[in-house]
Nanobody, 115 residues
Framework: QVQLEESGGGLVQAGGSLRLSCAASGRHFSIAVMGWYRQAPGKSRELVAQVSSSGSTTYAESVKGRFTTSRDNAKNTVYLQMNSLKLEDTAVYYC?????????WGQGTQVTVSS
């Protein structure tokens, strides 16, 4: 069983930065594939970034060059550094873990980008 808790969301002006954290409880965090998803009002949830157990990363085209995800296995934590934020980045951001064939989700953290 894995429990996830996101933090770091908030209100930021366009062009600003935020850093999201996702703290995981449970065993074997280091072998989990960790992902960041987001869901804007009226839209479906979409993948933003993902980091594998080996540290390799993938990003949605819309955030490439602006967002960076990383993990610290010693702290059971994954991060999403978001720079050059745009109005369209406004959404609830969710952390997801894939471990042992099962998916786990955090409760989400709101990111609001203002003009």
């Amino acid at each position: 069983q894995v429990q996830l808790e996101e933090s770091g969301g908030g209100l930021v002006q366009a062009g600003g930065s935020l850093r999201l954290s996702c703290a995981a409880s449970g065993r074997h965090f280091s072998i989990a594939v960790m992902g960041w998803y987001r869901q804007a009002p009226g839209k479906s949830r979409e993948l933003v970034a993902q980091v594998s157990s080996s540290g390799s990363t993938t990003y949605a085209e819309s955030v490439k060059g602006r967002f960076t995800t990383s993990r610290d296995n010693a702290k059971n934590t994954v991060y999403l550094q978001m720079n050059s934020l745009k109005l369209e980045d406004t959404a609830v951001y969710y952390c997801r873990a894939l471990q042992g064939g099962r998916l786990y989700w955090g409760q989400g953290t709101q990111v609001t980008v203002s003009s």
